[in-house]
């Protein structure tokens, strides 16, 4: 049984490596950029059959928008390749790394469910990419025996992370003992998951075979102003929050409903808060 993850360096990854258990480890294919090229078919092709792959977790992407056309080739690409390998080899288990963006936002805090309408904000190519990824992956798996799982992921923070430019200013005020900044009132609300939660995430799926989409989040809503007000009561400075004026706020909500995953047995761990905590000790090694 051996066991393939794309994207196995990344952020997401390089956690589930650290937890996965060793009747996957013991085979698990964890092949870098320079040894494996997802958007050749044929050398593709060459290592499912070298490596007898039964299962496929695929989180490898690019997710730079300002490279729009090298982002929607290479990340389309490569999954319509793993995803027609797969099913050609016999693979039993697809899971594919999806985005909350495939929802869009509202202006209410009703929870998304994964039966609700997906509506993708059409300037945000990274999530294009994923909604058109998922009706990819439904149309090649549907009434086959492979077994394929989407899970949506929410809003990942954590230590050491790239992405999220809101969590690292509000993480380097504190260790800088700098005043926070809020722009306008603070409104936009995500679903915040904390990286070990979404490792947890994965694992989970695989161990239990999930069939389907399901989505990963805490099924909590957190406002840019509760992180403000968080990262306030947790820092050494006692300056008042700096409140900035800005012409047109981001007030939309994005708030998954857990309650399909968390059926299957899985359930965050971590609060925003105490997450918040763990990247400012993380930091302070």
């Given at each position: ?8 360096a990344g952020y997401v ?57 090298e982002l929607l080739l ?29 929802y869009g936002g509202r ?179």
């Amino acid at each position: 049984m051996a066991l393939l993850i794309t994207g196995a360096a990344g952020y997401v990854g390089s956690h589930i490596l650290r937890i996965l258990p060793e009747e996957y480890r013991k085979d698990c294919l964890t092949p870098s950029i320079e040894e494996i090229d997802l958007s050749d078919y044929d050398s593709l092709s060459a290592f499912f059959e070298k490596n007898k792959v039964t299962k496929v977790m695929h989180l490898a992407a690019m997710i730079d928008n300002s490279a729009k056309r090298e982002l929607l080739l290479f990340n389309l690409t490569a999954l319509y390749n793993l995803a027609k390998l797969s099913l050609q080899y016999g693979v039993k288990q697809f899971i594919m790394a999806s985005t909350n963006n495939v929802y869009g936002g509202r202006d209410n805090m009703n929870p998304f469910r994964e039966d609700d309408k997906r509506n993708p904000y059409f300037g945000n190519d990274y999530g294009l990419t994923k909604y058109l990824g998922e009706l990819l992956v439904e149309d090649i798996f549907k009434g086959t025996e492979t077994k394929y799982t989407i899970l949506r992921i929410g809003d990942i923070y954590g230590p050491n992370q790239r992405a999220s430019a809101l969590i690292k200013g509000v993480v380097s005020n504190i260790q800088n003992n700098s005043p926070q900044k809020l722009y306008g009132k603070g409104e936009r609300v995500r679903d915040y998951i904390y990286i070990d939660d979404v490792a947890r995430g994965f694992v989970h799926a695989l161990q239990n075979d999930l069939n389907g989409i399901y989505n990963l989040g805490t099924g909590v809503g957190t406002s840019v102003r509760e992180i403000v007000s968080v990262a306030e009561s947790i820092s050494p400075c006692k300056e008042s929050t700096i409140h900035v004026k800005v012409e047109k706020e981001d007030t939309s909500k994005v708030v998954l409903d857990v309650t399909n995953l968390k059926s299957t047995g899985y359930q965050s761990e971590v609060g925003f808060d105490e997450g918040l905590k763990r990247i400012i000790k993380e930091g302070s090694k």
